[in-house]
Structures are given as structure tokens and as C-alpha cells.
């Protein structure tokens, strides 16, 4: 029988099912590997996959099914806020649910002419990206301790042709200057028992693990951020769901508590933390 796109899509599709993987992932795999669009796809759905082909878009689901490796690194890209950024093993695999930040961040500075945000624990430069694709006046500097991750950041960054300063950088260590916000992302899994196995074994362990139940990040943050903010400023972090009250008595403790509130994702989750520091 021909091997058809569709057929080849229907069987993989089984087999990811039988071996507890995302059914989605087999689409992207094929029009990744063939360069189709989506409708390109559906219009060759019964054509017969080339041989060569088919071996491609087998030896990439076998990547991502059973050597367990994310799509995004097998594809070299990720998806975030309509931006498509370069994406390797040293940088994390920006999230959906980050983009609320950047929606949060935006709301929050439209107002201001060209507002200064410094963007901590940039990795991709997922954040610092998509709010200077959105706020071109903005000036953003973004840091990371990871020259790789910098690196990759800085290269996404030219893609877009978007002026970022990048600053390889202890958190706050290197920086200088004062901010209208502080946004970020950092490592906040408290060990690899909080990490799914793709996550685990694939994501660079810098990007995902904090010392103090992964809670070091935000405590951090809390002491230092005002002397790097202007007088009216805001802090807007990524926070674990399921730490919400751990962080808050942290913020507190660097008495910020008052003023700090949280959002939630759209699964419902506590997942950024907003702290006005006027
Ligand atoms: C959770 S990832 C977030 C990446 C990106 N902001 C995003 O949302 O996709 C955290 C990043 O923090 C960086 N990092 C870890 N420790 C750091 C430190 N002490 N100072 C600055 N960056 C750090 C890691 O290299 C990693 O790129």
C-alpha cells in the first residue's frame, strides 16, 4: 500500500498515543521536516510521502517519542508571543503561559513614552523581545549568567532586527542605571523531583533548578530591585503556582508585600506576581 501523508500521519499518531506522547506533536514533526504550511499539507494529504522524506520525518518523531527530546529542540525554534525564536540546549524552551507576563507588562507600561525595562534571566529572550516588538520606544536591557544563553538571545534578537543591550550578569551585579520595571522569569523549581522527565532531561539545569525550594530568585529580587528601579516602579515575576504564599512572605520580608498582587494563567494557575514600588 502507498505510504500517503495521511497514512503516515495516522500511524504515527497511533503510536504516539500508545507511547503516552502529544498526538499535536506528530503534525508539527511533518510540516517542520517538509516545510509545508498547513494547507499545503491538506491539499497532499493522499500523495505518496517520498521515500526520503518519510525516513526524515520518522528519524524526527523517533527523536521527540522515544529518545524523549522536545520538538522545538529538534527543530531548533520555538514560538512565543507570534515571535519565532531560535531555541538550543541552552536556553529554555520559552512557555505559553509566560506570555501572560508579557500581556501584563504591556498593559502596565502603556502609558509611558519610552518606558526602561530590564528583562532578569533573559534565556531565549523570549520577554525582553516580544515587549520591544511591542513597545518600540522602550529601551530593554536583558540579562543572563549563561554566555550561551546570551548568545542565542542576542542572535534572536538580530533576527528581529529589535535593539536589546544584553548583559551576561549575576542578576542585578553587572547592572547599572534605574528601571521604570524589572520583569522576569527565573529558575524557580525547587529540584528535579518538580521537573517533568522531557524538562528534565533535556532543559539546561541553570535554567530550571533554585537553591531554598527554588525560592532564592525571588528573595533576591526583593532586596535589590529598588536600588536598580525609578521612584514609581514595578516588578513583574513568573511565579510557581503552588509557591504564591511562600513568595509574598518573601516580598513582605523585603517590605513589598503591601503593594504586591497576582494574576492568574488562563489554566486558572497563580502565575505572575505584580509589585508597585512607589
Ligand atoms: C526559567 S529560564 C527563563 C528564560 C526566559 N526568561 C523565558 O521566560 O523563557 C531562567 C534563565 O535564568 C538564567 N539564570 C540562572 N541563574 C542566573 C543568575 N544568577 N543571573 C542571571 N541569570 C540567571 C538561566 O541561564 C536561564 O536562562
Known amino acids: ?7 503516515l500521519y495516522n500511524e504515527l499518531k497511533e503510536k504516539a498515543n500508545t507511547l503516552g506522547k502529544e498526538e499535536s506533536a506528530v503534525k508539527i514533526i511533518i510540516l517542520e521536516t ?7 499539507l491538506i491539499m497532499n494529504f493522499d500523495s505518496p510521502t517520498p521515500a526520503g522524506t518519510r525516513e526524515k520525518i520518522i528519524k524526527n518523531f523517533s527523536a521527540y517519542a522515544e529518545k524523549n527530546i522536545p520538538v522545538q529542540y529538534i527543530f531548533g525554534f520555538a514560538h512565543f508571543y507570534g515571535l519565532r525564536l531560535k531555541v ?17 507588562a504591556l498593559d502596565r507600561l502603556r502609558g509611558y513614552d519610552n518606558p526602561a525595562i530590564l528583562d532578569l534571566c533573559c534565556g531565549s529572550g523570549a520577554i525582553a523581545l516580544a515587549l520591544k516588538k ?6 530593554i536591557a536583558a540579562v543572563d549568567i549563561s554566555p550561551a544563553a546570551l548568545k542565542t538571545a542576542a542572535e534572536n534578537a538580530r533576527d528581529y532586527n529589535l535593539e536589546i543591550s544584553f548583559i551576561l550578569s549575576d542578576l542585578f551585579a553587572e547592572v547599572t542605571g534605574k528601571y521604570d520595571a524589572i520583569v522576569s522569569n527565573p529558575p524557580y ?20 533548578y533554585a ?9 533576591r ?17 513568573e511565579i510557581p503556582a503552588n509557591k504564591k504564599n511562600e513568595i509574598m512572605a518573601l516580598a513582605a520580608k523585603s517590605g ?7 494574576e492568574k494563567d488562563l489554566s486558572d494557575r497563580d502565575r505572575v506576581m505584580i509589585i508597585k514600588t512607589d
Open 134 to 139: 511591542n513597545l518600540p520606544a522602550s529601551n
Open 256 to 262: 513589598l508585600a503591601g503593594r504586591a498582587t497576582v
Open 221 to 237: 529580587i526583593f532586596d535589590e530591585a529598588r536600588g536598580y528601579l525609578k521612584k514609581a516602579g514595578i516588578i513583574i515575576l
Open 1 to 7: 500500500m502507498t505510504m500517503t501523508y495521511r497514512r
Open 34 to 40: 517538509t516545510g509545508f504550511t498547513l494547507s499545503e
Open 211 to 219: 537553591p531554598d525550594q527554588g525560592l532564592r530568585f525571588y528573595s
Open 189 to 208: 523549581l525547587a529540584g528535579e523531583h518538580e521537573a517533568e522527565p522531557i524538562v528534565r532531561d533535556n532543559e539546561p539545569p541553570g535554567a530550571l
Open 88 to 104: 538550543n540546549e541552552s536556553v529554555l524552551i520559552p512557555r505559553p503561559e509566560t506570555e501572560i507576563l508579557v500581556d501584563i
